[in-house]
Every structure is written in C-alpha cells, then in structure tokens.
C-alpha cells in the first residue's frame, strides 16, 4: 500500500539496506531470543518486496507478457535457494572457525555485504511505475508509450471509508485472497527444508552434511524449469487458471507418494523433487491477479495483491508447525493428508474463481454496452437541442 503514495525506485532500496543491515545483525545473536527479535524486523524489511514487485511487474506489461516477467522475478528467489545452499556449502568447508566464527556467522555476514549492491543499484536505476518513472534510460516517448500500453485506473485514496468498503465488497479480495493461501500451502512441502529433514530422519541411510546441502537445491532448480514453462504458455494460450489444476493434481499425487510405506528412497526423492513443480503458480496466479483487475483502480490492485501475499504469510506462519514438524519426519504423515486436502480444495476453488471472472466479465460488457448506448443517446438529444429540435441530426453521428 505504501507503494502507492512512494516510488518504489526510493522505498524499495531503503528496505533492502534495512533487511541488509539486519541480516549482518544475526551474525552476533548469542541466544535463540535474540535471532527471533532480529528476524521479526528483518520479516518486515523484506515484506514489501515480494508482493510490491508484483505490483510493480503488473504496472508496466500487457498480459501477453506479464507472466514471463512474473516467472523470471519468481525463479531468481528460487536460484537464490539454489545459491544460498551451495553458498552453505562452501562457507562450512572453507571458513567455519576463521577468525573465531562459525560457519553460520559468516553466512549472515556475506549475506548481507551482498545484498548492499543491489540497492545502490535500485536507487539509481529502478523504474518505478510508468506514471511516475524519471528513468535515466527512457525517453519521453517511451514513457509515453508506456503509459499509453497499461494505462492507470484512478479510483479514491486508500486511506478512506469508501476504499475499504470497495476492498470488502469486491470478488478479487476475497477469491485471490483464498486462492493464494492454498497456494502458500500447497508450497510448504518444498519451502521448509522437509527433504533436508526427511534425509536426516531416514532410519537406513546417512546424509554427510554436503549432500543435505546440495540434495535438496533440486527442488529449486526443477521450480524455476517448472515457472519459466508455465508462465510461457499462459502468455501464450492465456490461461493462468490451468497451472491451479496442475499443482491440484501434483499436490495429490505427491501427498500419496510420501504418504505409502514402501516407497523406495528412490521414490520419495522424485516425489520431493516433483513436488517444485509448485512452484509454478507464483508467477501465474500473481499474473492471474494482475490480468483481472487490469481496469480495476490501481489501488484495489495494490491491496489485493499484498493481502495475498498476506494471507498467505499468515497461514505460513503456524501450517508447518501443525503438518510438517521436525519430529514428525522422515514420513510427516499428517502433513501428506493435509497436503493431499489442499490439493482436492484448490482443485473446486480454481472452478468458482473461472465461475466469478467470467462472470464479472460478462456483467461489466454489459454495463459497458448501456453506458455506450446511454452516452450514444445523450449526444443525439445534444444534436437535436443544438440544430432546433426538428430538423434532421447528421447521420454521421
């Protein structure tokens, strides 16, 4: 929401300096209190940048290309899980113990001197929306022509009574809402380190702390294959909603794969690799959302999207602890059947979300229609008042 009163080009970059800042701070945490202290701020230094982005992406690009884009900003946090456990790796092999530091240190430290680039980088060169955008690169015809491609819907304030009744009443917030909390949940399987759990709970075989490390980055990288395929062929096809009965039918089938005994190891880590396959619908329902309320106020948009991602973060905060406790591992079979629940609920509900958009579609060209005819008769009455009432109006009109 703040994005919509301060450029992102300047809040985006101040945030990160911020979660940077935090980060480095963890490396001289002495108890487990004082991680969670500086966690929570760091949880709301990075809060802005998943959802604020989508906005962002969904400002600037039509919707035969939004949910490339989309991919592409999803599957670099997916590398960025790809790097960040080689990065594991190697800081364990080579500094663990280097000037009195554990591994761990060191990784917040070089965590955070990273990060600091990328918002220098920001501060100079991010293009805010096309509204507002003051970017050294563009001319002032391309920022006409980007304006003039997604143009802005104005609507009222944030801050008001009636925005909030507009937000309350609206279809988008609730339907996107619900849909991004199955999603969110759908993810779990592969957001919460459970391979890594699953391999150091099997009771035959034994993980050296490299292959815990590296083992699981599979996930990620058939995540990002997986979200650049999706979000190409619903450019293409313009069909976002499909990705949901995907990830329906993996989330079942993968629930019932982890859940049966026999299993071999071999079939539990194609289940585990399988299940980054979810990963997908970060682009395309985030791209979903932006496409539908295209001509909705930019506002609306906004708030919808951040109380997706919102409401997602809120069942992310006590799912796993219910469905995939560390203690419930290798087989974590209460969190298989939620899992193979979800993927049933999202399943009907990607069904009314089609219902209530195509719906609303219909309902809006028809409301379209009676205004068109209703201004079409007004400049008729306008002709005929301005020519005397009885002669003739210019059939051209």
């Known amino acids: 929401m703040l994005l919509t009163y301060f450029k992102p080009g300047r809040f985006f970059p101040f945030m990160i300096v911020a979660w940077a800042l935090l980060t480095i701070c963890n490396a001289a945490a002495g108890r487990p209190q004082h991680l969670m202290a500086i966690r929570f701020f760091q949880g709301y230094a990075e809060s802005c940048i998943f959802a604020g982005t989508q906005y962002v992406l969904g400002s600037w690009y039509t919707k035969t290309e939004l949910g490339k884009r989309t991919a592409l900003f999803t599957a670099s946090g997916l590398a960025g899980g790809m790097f960040g456990g080689f990065l594991q790796t190697g800081i364990y092999r080579s500094m663990n113990g280097l000037a009195g530091l554990s591994g761990w240190r060191w990784l917040y430290i070089i965590d955070g001197i990273i990060t600091l680039p990328v918002a220098v980088y920001g501060y100079f060169f991010f293009p805010d929306v096309p509204a507002t955008t003051t970017a050294p690169y563009f001319n002032e015809e391309e920022r006409r022509l980007a304006r003039a491609r997604v143009p802005e819907v104005e609507g009222t304030r944030i801050l008001s009574m009636e925005f909030a009744m507009k937000v309350f009443t609206s279809w988008y917030f609730y339907g996107f809402g619900f849909l991004w909390i ?55 096809f313009g069909r976002r909603w499909i990705s949901g009965y995907y990830v329906a039918v993996t989330a079942i089938c993968v629930g019932i794969l982890l859940l ?13 690799y399988w299940s980054g396959s979810i990963y997908c619908i970060q682009g395309t329902f985030f791209a979903w959302a932006n496409d539908s309320m295209r001509y909705q106020p930019i506002a609306l948009r906004a708030v919808v999207i951040a109380c997706m991602n919102f409401g997602g973060n809120v069942f992310q905060a006590w799912w796993p602890l219910v469905f995939y406790r560390a203690d419930d591992a290798p087989n974590f079979t209460r969190g298989m059947y939620g899992l193979i629940g ?15 958009e195509r719906h609303h579609a219909k309902r809006q060209l028809d409301m379209n229609i009676i205004d068109a005819a209703e201004t079409a008769n007004s400049d008729i009455t306008s002709q005929r008042s301005a020519t005397g009432g009885n002669k003739p109006v210019d059939s051209k009109v």
Do not use: R
């Open 260 to 272: 049966v005994p026999n299993v071999p190891t071999a079939g539990k880590f194609a289940a585990y």
């Open 182 to 236: 199955l999603g969110n949940c759908s993810e779990s399987l592969g957001n919460q380190s459970l391979m890594n759990l699953y391999m150091q709970g099997h009771p035959e075989n034994h993980y050296t702390v490299t292959q815990l490390n590296n083992y699981p980055t599979g996930i990620q990288a058939v995540g990002i294959v997986s979200t650049l395929i999706w979000a190409l062929c619903t450019d293409i």
């Open 342 to 356: 979800i993927g049933a609920v999202m399943g009907i509900w990607v069904t009314v979300m089609l219902y209530m």
